[in-house]
């Protein structure tokens, strides 16, 4: 069984997401511009360590608190490294690090416990007989927009957190990992069940 990983849905630190232009799509000293969702391994390595912000902390604002999650997933996906180190301890070998700085604005604290990852991996895993879906240009990848999702496991063999290729921005992760990571106090992220909720 499989869930969707997003970010959680408690109130939290946001981020600036300004700063995520030249990390959603660097370009190489040959003009090609990479994107992390795709789930291949870059061809050259992005500048380190990419300086991202957070907003400013708002009490006002009903969208935020002071917890600053273990998992952010917006444009690039930022990892703590205690669930990096966690993820890899049950397995997990298909994650690329590339270094941050995230600074907090309002005292100048920097943190350099968070990574951005490219999660290494693709698969097309969705069973479009039983999924109910709406296929976009008439090819059944990449942004398919699905109102019902269901997995093929036997296609997905034995990851355990890989991208769907019939829509790159829906990561999947397998439930004795989720399990696993709930058990080690990871309950700062979202683990949907496929039926809860429809993809983008």
Not at 121 to 126: C, F, H, L, R, T
Not at 164 to 189: C, P, Q, V, W
Request: glycine letters at 4%; charged letters at 25%.
């Amino acid at each position: 069984m499989f869930y969707m990983l997003n970010d959680t849905t408690r109130k939290k630190r946001l981020l600036d997401i300004s700063d995520y232009l030249d990390c959603y799509g660097f370009r190489s000293s040959y003009g090609t511009t990479f994107k992390w969702f795709r789930g291949s391994r870059f061809t050259e390595s992005p500048p380190e360590p990419f300086e991202i912000k957070l907003l400013p902390y708002d009490a006002a604002n009903p969208d935020q608190a002071p917890l600053i999650p273990s998992y952010y997933d917006h444009k690039i996906v930022l990892m703590r490294d205690d669930l990096i180190a966690a993820m890899e301890a049950f397995g997990v070998d298909n994650l690329d690090k590339y270094t941050v700085n995230l600074t907090d604005p309002d005292d100048g604290t920097v943190y350099t416990n968070y990574k951005a990852v490219n999660i290494i991996g693709v698969v097309a895993a969705a069973d479009m007989g039983k999924s109910q879906s709406t296929v976009h240009n008439s090819i059944p990848l990449v942004d398919v927009s699905f109102d019902k999702l269901v997995i093929d496991e036997i296609k997905v063999q034995d990851l355990l957190l890989f991208r769907l290729a019939e829509n790159l921005m829906t990561i999947l992760i397998h439930e004795s990992l989720r399990n696993y990571l709930l058990e080690k106090g990871f309950d700062d992220i979202k683990y949907y069940q496929l039926d809860e909720v429809a993809t983008p």
